[in-house]
T-cell receptor
Framework: GDSVTQMEGPVTLSEEAFLTINCTYT??????LFWYVQYPGEGLQLLLK?????DKGSNKGFEATYRKETTSFHLEKGSVQVSDSAVYFC?????????????FGSGTRLSIRP | NAGVTQTPKFQVLKTGQSMTLQCAQD?????MSWYRQDPGMGLRLIHY???????DQGEVPNGYNVSRSTTEDFPLRLLSAAPSQTSVYFC??????????????FGPGTRLTVL
């Protein structure tokens, strides 16, 4: 079945460092790909999405490119801030499935030091 | 809009007790779902509904029941709580179709502890 694998955390960086969180997927169809963010004590919020190969999703300085050839959707940010500390989830949705369920990765906790 | 609301925020149960987690959304979304979040396992789908009167099982449905009598409400029932059901529960909703069919909106979560 469809699945998402993302790098294990926790990831700890200093402020203004470059961030990469790896995400790869397995899907039988042509999924849409997402990054969700969960701030402490809150529910998940959509950070960015991409719906087809070579699409780039971007939001709040974060970017991710849908790479069909490597089945990847890595999250990047050029200069992280303390306020980016959160748990990040990679996810996919296969629009061809009967209910378009969203499948989540296990999450990566990011901590940014001042 | 209040978005997706969940009650209670925290709950402690004893093994064998039953309870209902409430979820409501005011966005007229057709699709609603329940997830549980456990450390190191991400979110796992428990049950979902594609519209009023229609529900289906997700990845981990055992021990949980749902119903969808209205578009707005999607309660999750624990029939006989077990310690393995200690988790954080999230309700989510989204439009089934339209320009952005896959953007899910999540509630703030219910932290459940079963002793």
């Amino acid at each position: 079945g469809d699945s998402v694998t993302q790098m294990e955390g926790p990831v700890t960086l200093s402020e203004e460092a470059f961030l990469t969180i790896n995400c790869t997927y397995t899907a039988t169809g042509y999924p849409s790909l997402f990054w969700y963010v969960q701030y402490p004590g809150e529910g998940l919020q959509l950070l960015l999405k991409a719906t087809k190969a070579d699409d780039k999703g971007s939001n709040k300085g974060f970017e991710a490119t849908y790479r069909k050839e490597t089945t990847s959707f890595h999250l990047e940010k050029g200069s992280v801030q303390v306020s980016d500390s959160a748990v990040y989830f990679c996810a996919l949705s296969d629009p061809d499935s009967s209910a378009s369920k969203i499948i989540f990765g296990s999450g990566t906790r990011l901590s940014i030091r001042p | 809009n209040a978005g997706v609301t969940q009650t209670p925020k925290f709950q402690v149960l004893k093994t064998g007790q039953s309870m209902t987690l409430q979820c409501a959304q005011d966005m007229n979304h057709e699709y609603m779902s329940w997830y549980r979040q456990d450390p190191g396992m991400g979110l796992r789908l428990i049950h979902y509904s594609v519209g009023a009167g229609i529900t289906d099982q997700g990845e981990v449905p055992n021990g949980y029941n749902v119903s969808r009598s209205t578009t707005e409400d999607f309660p999750l029932r624990l029939l006989s709580a077990a310690p393995s059901q200690t988790s954080v529960y999230f309700c989510a909703s989204r439009i089934s179709g339209g320009a952005f069919p896959d953007t899910q909106y999540f509630g703030p979560g219910t932290r459940l502890t079963v002793l």
